[in-house]
């Protein structure tokens, strides 16, 4: 009897880890399928696409602003700026004449019309009565994925071309339009510094964005 329970231990005893060996195996054999399956699985064109368009969109439009009323000038802004006088050039705001340090500006009826047109304006009225305008320009839109490089497991750059998307005052802020090259090089330089003017019918911009695949799926890269 004895004999019989010396052995039956023995057998557990043999069998336990036994047992621990061919778990401690199915667990790395688990993990081992899993990375491979993870090294396997790339970004896609399909699932970076709305991440980029997005991340395009999120920037927000730029923006040009200027004042109707009685405007009064300041050291960092006059109704005399540039950016006032390519609206006059274009016939959109009339400038009067100073009166001390303030300056009649008015729109006009072509200038009412296109602000009707123009989707996202913001207007307020400032505390000395003048009606303030921030009217948008142009957006960044995505055009094409042109590559996407795996550089890791997990982590992916993808490549891609924008361009700029523009509205009537955009079209009249473009740095390469008739308008604002009409205007001196210092004067080109304030609006492209300030007011928001650029060269937004120039080609198509590439960029490049990281992405890394989380709990979440695949997302653009924090650091980006």
Not at 89 to 98: S, W
Not at 99 to 109: C, S
Not at 142 to 148: A, D, E, P, R, S
């Amino acid at each position: 009897m004895f004999e019989q329970e010396l052995e039956m231990e023995t057998k557990q005893g043999s069998v336990v880890p036994l047992l621990l060996i061919v778990a401690l195996i199915v667990a790395i054999a688990g993990m081992a399928v899993y990375y491979l399956l993870q090294a396997r699985e790339v970004l896609t064109q399909e699932q970076a696409t709305p991440q980029v368009a997005a991340s395009m969109a999120a920037l927000g439009p730029v923006t040009t602003h200027f004042a109707v009323g009685l405007v009064k000038a300041s050291v960092a802004e006059k109704p005399h700026d540039p950016n006032y006088r390519l609206m006059e050039k274009a016939g959109l705001i009339k400038i009067g004449k100073d009166q001390g340090w303030k300056t009649p500006v008015q729109l006009t009826d072509k200038g009412k019309s296109w602000l009707s047109e123009i989707k996202g304006i913001g207007q307020s009225k400032d505390k000395d009565g003048t009606d303030l305008y921030v009217v948008p320009l142009a957006e960044r839109k995505l055009m094409n994925i042109t590559k996407i490089t795996m550089t890791g497991t997990g982590h992916a750059n993808v490549e891609f071309t924008w361009k700029w998307e523009t509205n009537k005052m955009g079209d009249l802020f473009d740095a390469s339009g008739t308008m604002v090259k009409s205007f001196n090089t210092w004067d080109r330089s304030t609006l492209i510094d300030h007011y928001g003017a650029n060269f937004y019918h120039n080609e198509p911009t590439k960029a490049v964005l990281a992405f890394a695949k989380g709990d979440k799926g695949w997302q653009i890269a924090p650091e980006y």
